[in-house]
Nanobody, 117 residues
Framework: QVQLVESGGGLVQPGGSLRLSCTAS????????MNWYRQAPGQEREWVAS???????????GYADSVKGRFTISRDNAKNTVYLQMNMLKFEDTAVYYC???????WGQGTQVTVSV
């Protein structure tokens, strides 16, 4: 079955960086777009970033306005892994981060990111 396992979260100071990873199994990773979402305490889950499949022209990426210019999504099809590089982290980036494969509406267990002094 579809499995998504996130890792890389942790505690970081404002202005710091983290790289999240999501390793997928149970489906053909290279044929599927992938998303990152996050959910802060007491708030609804929100979309963070998306990456399309890789074609001869490359991949298409999209970002929420709140993370544009600070976060970068990427994928490594050889490793069945999607990444989220997060730079210039802010307090408001604190949340549980989830990866998602929209075709199967499957979610990982999430990884906690806490931005604090």
């Amino acid at each position: 079955q579809v499995q998504l396992v996130e890792s890389g979260g942790g505690l970081v100071q404002p202005g710091g960086s983290l790289r999240l990873s999501c390793t997928a199994s149970g489906f053909t990773f290279s044929n599927n777009a992938m998303n990152w979402y996050r959910q802060a305490p007491g708030q609804e889950r929100e979309w963070v970033a998306s990456i399309s499949i890789i074609t001869y022209t490359g991949s298409t990426k999209g970002y929420a306005d709140s993370v544009k210019g600070r976060f970068t999504i990427s994928r490594d099809n050889a490793k069945n892994t999607v990444y989220l590089q997060m730079n210039m982290l802010k307090f408001e980036d604190t949340a549980v981060y989830y990866c998602n494969v929209p075709r199967f509406n499957s979610w990982g267990q999430g990884t906690q990111v806490t931005v604090s002094v």
